[in-house]
T-cell receptor, first 114, second 112 residues
């Protein structure tokens, strides 16, 4: 079964609103979680790395004030897309790793901003 | 900067044949390399991990090789089935605990 749960799987929101996406590790403690973004027929692009209890590290070109990441516990990280615009429409995927486990991915969130 | 190339966007083969997918990288070798399967609208699913000091790994009908001289990994699916149709992603890790760097993927279609 799934070891990383991501919610919601799909969300449609209006331009200017904020959307929160949750990523939970189900049966292990995730010391590090990663957030990726994927456009159609493109590879997964890393947005940010978050370690429990500390501030996320953002990749170059990713606005930290627009994509707020919180990793408050060893089993939960959230990504909030603030003041969403149509160009933010994409497939957002989280992944988690803990100990010696390989990286496990959530099933992704399809965000559509109208 | 590091580049990862997967040999083709699409690969079509007949059921029962062996599918071979290629992943090439530039610059320095990663600590390890992983292969994932991704179905449409879903997150990637981990298949195999191979470390830089390993030549080959197998799991059921899957085999991965890692050649640090050629800077290449090959991913084989033997006795392919239509259910193997999906996009296969190659990903590199340079240091444990750091993020994966993904290739664009190869979409495999197995016809019966």
């Amino acid at each position: 079964g799934a070891v990383v749960s991501q919610h919601p799987s799909r969300v449609i929101c209006k331009s200017g609103t904020s959307v929160k996406i949750e990523c939970r590790s189900l049966d292990f403690q995730a010391t590090t979680m990663f957030w990726y973004r994927q456009f159609p027929k493109q590879s997964l692009m890393l947005m940010a790395t978050s370690n429990e209890g500390s501030k996320a590290t953002y990749e170059q070109g990713v606005e930290k004030d627009k994509f707020l990441i919180n990793h408050a516990s060893l089993t939960l990280s959230t990504l909030t897309v603030t003041s969403a615009h149509p160009e933010d429409s994409s497939f957002y995927i989280c992944s988690a790793v803990g100990g010696n486990s390989p990286l496990h991915f959530g099933n992704g969130t399809r965000l559509t901003v109208t | 900067s590091q580049k990862i190339e997967q040999n083709s966007e699409a690969l079509n083969i007949q059921e029962g044949k062996t599918a071979t997918l290629t992943c090439n990288y530039t610059n320095y070798s990663p600590a390890y390399l992983q292969w994932y399967r991704q179905d449409p609208g879903r997150g990637p699913v981990f298949l195999l991990l191979i470390r830089e000091n390993e030549k080959e790994k197998r799991k059921e009908r899957l085999k991965v090789t890692f050649d640090t001289t050629l800077k290449q990994s090959l991913f084989h699916i033997t006795a392919s089935q239509p259910a193997d149709s999906a996009t296969y992603l190659c990903a590199l890790v340079y240091q444990a605990g750091t993020a994966l760097i993904f290739g664009k993927g190869t979409t495999l279609s197995v016809s019966s």
